[in-house]
């Protein structure tokens, strides 16, 4: 309970994983709208399963979360159940690990109250049921800070690599936080790590000619506003300014994700936690560095949701100390919030997209059939319409339509508002639907 009361040694995690099982699965069975990037996780888990280990291992997503997606799938699972149960499984795997941080950090009371409250967290439980890597990314990061050999530490830092790109962020992290040990113990974190990671950098190096931790770097170094870099190293070589202002920039913007991950429920506990605890500011560290350099890069919310267990130490302290203020209105007040979490945990918050999406799908499916390819900057429409998605690097038509005609796709589908004046459709590309109340618009490319 994490604002007062008492329950017997190993309760509060059998609780939690039971709850957090539960709660999860009913978010599941929800048919949440799947991320735009989750039709290219599942494709990368169908390649390997085809066989196509190089190809995943250098291209633009991580290829951890594909390979589970695709141990899944081998055993008879369909492709996407595969992709979401990976998502759960690392969710629910990520519970006994955040009991023994916090145990670490703040205790056993502080333990309890944390994994009770990662159980039926909004952003943990949504995220367990997503076509993505992120509670994959989150576990291994956990799994990182409670590791005590630096071969097992330094293993799991590359496993974070290839689970996300920015996990390499581990590796010196992981060298400082060893400062003070053998160089042995350095040596063996150093080549554990470098062990894991290889395959994903070889590949990439064969992929792309030269040696890089991403293909998303080039991306990054284009959005840093330095002109011919193809590379962060590159752009901060030739302009250094600028990037410090891209991760500025950044920063405050992905501090603001991080914040609107954990929630306003959470945030009175959090902020009395961080004063009240300061055991629970080394996990609160490994976060601020990851917001402030290789996030601020690229913020997105949903790179927050690895964060968020490493600031639960903190929000558990700051629960008790709450609930010893409250007293004997603890209980009530434990109640709701546990009520408020699991309400907003299995909210639907965006239920027109949903809808939209199959509308889309359903459209581009009984009049074209299936195997159709679809140029259009969200890859679900596609792939609920059983075919190809061709997803083209801006919203520009000519980027779109060039890609079109590429490629031979013969549909493409975009909003009316990023068409604007002067640009007219050519000739080849007829209007021929307005889904979703005219919010899209369908085009059929060529003859």
């Known amino acids: 309970m994490p604002l007062g009361g008492k329950l017997r040694p190993g309760g509060p995690l059998a609780a939690a994983l039971a709850a957090g099982l539960v709660v999860r699965v009913a978010r599941l069975l929800r048919d949440p709208l799947m991320h735009p990037d989750g039709p290219a996780y599942l494709e990368l888990a169908r390649a390997l399963l085809r066989g196509k280990v190089l190809a995943v291992l250098g291209g633009y997503y991580s290829p951890l979360y594909p390979a589970a997606v695709a141990g899944l799938a081998a055993t008879g699972l369909r492709l996407e159940l595969a992709g979401r149960a990976t998502a759960l499984l690392a969710g629910l795997a990520a519970l006994p690990l955040v009991h023994a941080l916090a145990r670490r950090c703040a205790g056993e009371r502080a333990a309890d109250a944390a994994v009770l409250v990662a159980a039926v967290h909004p952003a943990l439980v949504k995220a367990s049921a997503q076509v993505l890597p992120e509670t994959l990314a989150g576990a291994l990061l956990l799994a990182w800070l409670v590791a005590r050999r630096a071969a097992i530490a330094g293993a799991l830092a590359g496993a974070a690599y290839l689970a996300r790109p920015e996990g390499v962020l581990l590796l010196p992290l992981g060298l400082w936080r060893l400062r003070r040990a053998h160089l042995r113990a350095l040596v063996l974190y150093a080549g554990a790590a ?115 267990p490493l600031l639960l130490p903190a929000t558990a302290a700051g629960l008790l100390a709450l609930g010893d203020r409250l007293g ?11 009520v408020a979490l699991v309400v907003q945990a299995l909210w639907v918050s965006h239920p027109f997209d949903a809808a939209c999406s199959r509308e889309v799908s359903r459209l581009v499916l009984e009049r074209y059939g299936p195997g159709q390819a679809l140029v259009a900057v969200d890859g679900r429409f596609a792939y609920g319409a059983r075919g190809r998605a061709l997803v083209p690097p801006t919203t520009d038509p000519d980027d779109a339509l060039a890609l079109a005609r590429r490629s031979g796709a013969r549909l493409w589908l975009t909003r009316p508002a990023w068409i604007r004046p002067p640009w007219t459709p050519p000739a080849d590309a007829r209007a021929v639907a307005h889904p979703c109340g005219g919010t899209f618009v369908l085009f059929e490319v060529g003859g």
Not at 255 to 264: E, F, I, K, S
Not at 328 to 338: E, K, P, Q, S
């Open 194 to 308: 470098v062990a894991v990671m290889a395959p994903a950098l070889l590949a990439l190096r064969a992929e792309t000619g030269h040696w890089q931790l991403s293909p998303r770097e080039a991306r990054l170094a284009l959005l840093t506003g330095v002109p011919g870099a193809t590379t962060l190293a590159e752009a901060a070589l030739r302009n250094p300014a600028a990037l410090l202002a891209r991760m500025a920039e950044g920063v405050a913007r992905q501090v603001l994700y991080d914040a609107t991950a954990l929630g306003p429920l959470l945030a009175i506990p959090f902020l009395l936690g961080v004063g009240a605890a300061r055991e629970t500011r080394g996990p609160l560290a490994v976060a601020a560095w990851f917001t402030a350099l290789p996030l601020a890069l690229n913020p997105s919310p949903r790179y927050a949701v690895p964060l968020v």
């Open 328 to 338: 004997r209105h603890a209980r009530v007040a434990t109640a709701a919030l546990g």
